[in-house]
């Protein structure tokens, strides 16, 4: 069985090197779905609590929301870093909170002092949906992930270990047998 949550993130970008419209500087609102796949946990009867997943996909993907994402390549990069450095804001500004723990995997790097995400490839659907694969299949007992962004979207599935040990009393994985939410502790 399967629980299925879903995100949004706004962002900026191109496709640097592409014939088309989207070689031009860009945004979109992207919705991201994560399924995570497991047998029930009859204790809460769902597989994972969907808010959850959310919570811990936000905490590092909050780092693409109103953000710019751009190829390392791209020399768009340095020329907007520039305009940042002279404007006062490359390495932050009050207002900007809603920030996740930066982050470096070999296809992305983000800057969350500025709202940058710097990339190997292009960002396409397929190419978030290896990012976000990358960055969450740690912590999540992903199945399938889901992007669409304007016309287009992409799906990926993969293969799940399906043996989380999770709390009986709210749903999440347990750390080291005891659950950080609720303080569970597993016989
Ligand atoms: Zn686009
Ligand atoms: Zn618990």
Redesign the pocket.
């Known amino acids: 069985m399967k629980s299925i949550a879903t995100l949004n993130l706004q962002y900026a970008?191109?496709?640097y090197g592409f014939r088309g419209e989207?070689q031009f500087l860009?945004?979109?609102t992207g919705t991201l779905t994560i399924e995570v796949e497991d047998s029930i946990n009859e204790g809460v009867n769902m597989v994972f609590p969907c808010n959850e997943i959310k919570k811990t996909a936000w905490h590092i993907l909050q780092n693409f929301d109103h953000a710019v994402v751009l190829r390392e390549d791209d020399p768009l990069l340095p020329a907007i870093l520039n305009v940042y450095e002279e404007q006062g804001i490359k390495n932050g500004a009050p207002q900007n909170t809603m920030k996740g723990p930066a982050f470096k995997t070999e296809l992305a790097t983000a800057y969350p002092e500025c709202r940058l995400v710097v990339t190997k490839e292009t960002m396409t659907t397929e190419g978030m949906i290896k990012m976000v694969y990358e960055l969450l299949k740690d912590e999540l007992n992903i199945s399938k992930i889901t992007f669409t962004?304007?016309d287009?979207t992409a799906s990926c599935e993969y293969n799940t270990n399906n043996k989380t040990d999770r709390c009986p009393l709210c749903g999440i994985s347990l750390v080291k047998g005891v659950c950080p939410k609720c303080g569970y502790k597993k016989e």
Do not use: K, P, Q
Request: cysteine-free; glycine content about 20%; overall charge positive.
């Open positions: 970008h191109r496709f989207a860009h945004g979109h962004s304007g287009n």
